[in-house]
């Protein structure tokens, strides 16, 4: 049997920079959905992209990566309630309708409510995104204009019926805020993201601020080989400025590619835009200097941190390049 790859999609610039809240790997979940006949909606939120595999099939008819609901035969529309990983603002969305040709919706509308508690009973939907018409095998990529309101929850509507091989629904996270508790003040989930970075050819930087371990060296930041003088780079915004007590350096799989040296530098700062902080990082001091690595491990620093107080972002040094998994910086939120 024949396996199908999606044709790769070049992701806009701006939603590199975003975070897929409804990524399974940071607890998205399927709360409802009004039919999944011939293909589970949990499909639908998995990282990778979709396949099709010739002549595959099961008891209900054509297996589909994604989410397929059977034809109706009466009035209505399907529908789909997704916990967010993680609460936040959504900037944009990407409905893909990937290796459905003839059984992709018509058009498809989003919803959604703020539920800390995951009581769905009372939740007031709000909308996220008009009914858009929708195409065969394709990405569909639309911006909203909710940026205001943090939501936990969304529901997709498909009309009237059919198949999305993906949803990608691409926000800030809103962090939790935590009180003399240490945490992970860089972790995605406390809202971590990425700022710039000097080059991303085989993984990107924000896979630095995933949950857990990374599962292959695609899911951790990776750089080409550098032929020429100096070193790769990114920049981070901690989600919770705060004093640093301890930091990790992750890196998992990656064997015959990891940096020689990683240093990092650290900065407080309240009211920069994202340009300003790029130029600015080269100057910043070290909360963290540079570092021999070694190959799928996890290095652990907290005698050698430098920095007394509080920090809000910071500026990773891969010397000369390489690839890290994960970057942990624990410590306790500034009050």
Not at 115 to 132: F, K, Q, Y
Request: hydrophobic residues 40%; aromatic residues 10%; glycine residues 8%.
């Amino acid at each position: 049997m024949a396996t199908l790859l999606a044709p790769i999609f070049e992701q806009p610039d701006d939603l590199k920079m975003l975070t897929n809240l409804a990524d399974l790997r940071i607890g998205a979940e399927i709360i409802d959905c009004s039919d999944q006949f011939f293909a589970e909606a949990k499909r639908m939120l998995a990282f990778d992209a979709p396949i099709f595999i010739e002549d595959e099939f099961d008891d209900n008819g054509k297996w589909m990566d994604g989410w397929e609901t059977r034809r109706k035969r009466h009035a209505g529309y399907d529908w789909c309630i997704i916990k967010l990983g993680v609460a936040g603002r959504i900037q944009a969305v990407d409905i893909d309708t990937t290796f459905f040709t003839g059984n992709y919706p018509a058009s498809a509308s989003l919803e959604g409510c703020y539920a800390p508690t995951g009581d769905l009973a009372d939740a007031v939907w709000l909308p996220v995104l008009g009914n858009s018409i929708l195409g065969p095998s394709q990405h569909h990529v639309f911006y909203t204009h909710t940026q205001a309101q943090v939501f936990t929850h969304i529901r997709l509507n498909i009309f009237p019926d059919g198949g999305v091989a993906r949803l990608r629904i691409y926000g800030q996270v809103e962090p939790n805020q935590h009180s003399n508790e240490t945490i992970d003040l860089l972790a995605l989930e406390h809202g971590g993201r990425v700022i710039a970075y000097s080059d991303a050819h085989f993984g990107h930087p924000r896979n630095l601020v995933n949950p857990g371990r990374g599962v292959n060296m695609g899911d951790g930041w990776e750089t080409k080989r550098r032929r020429a003088p100096g070193f790769d780079w990114c920049i981070l915004a901690l989600g919770q400025a705060g004093k640093i007590e301890k930091i990790d350096i992750d890196t998992a799989h990656f064997k015959g590619n990891y940096p020689a040296q990683v240093s990092i530098q650290a900065t407080y700062i309240e009211d920069a835009t994202d340009p300003q902080l790029i130029p600015q990082s080269m100057f910043w001091p070290f909360l963290l200097d540079a570092q021999n690595m070694q190959m799928d491990h996890v290095h652990s620093y907290i005698e050698e941190i430098l920095a007394t107080g509080a920090i809000s972002h910071i500026r990773v040094n891969m010397i000369p390049d390489g690839g890290i998994s994960r970057i942990r910086l624990w410590g306790k939120a500034k009050a």
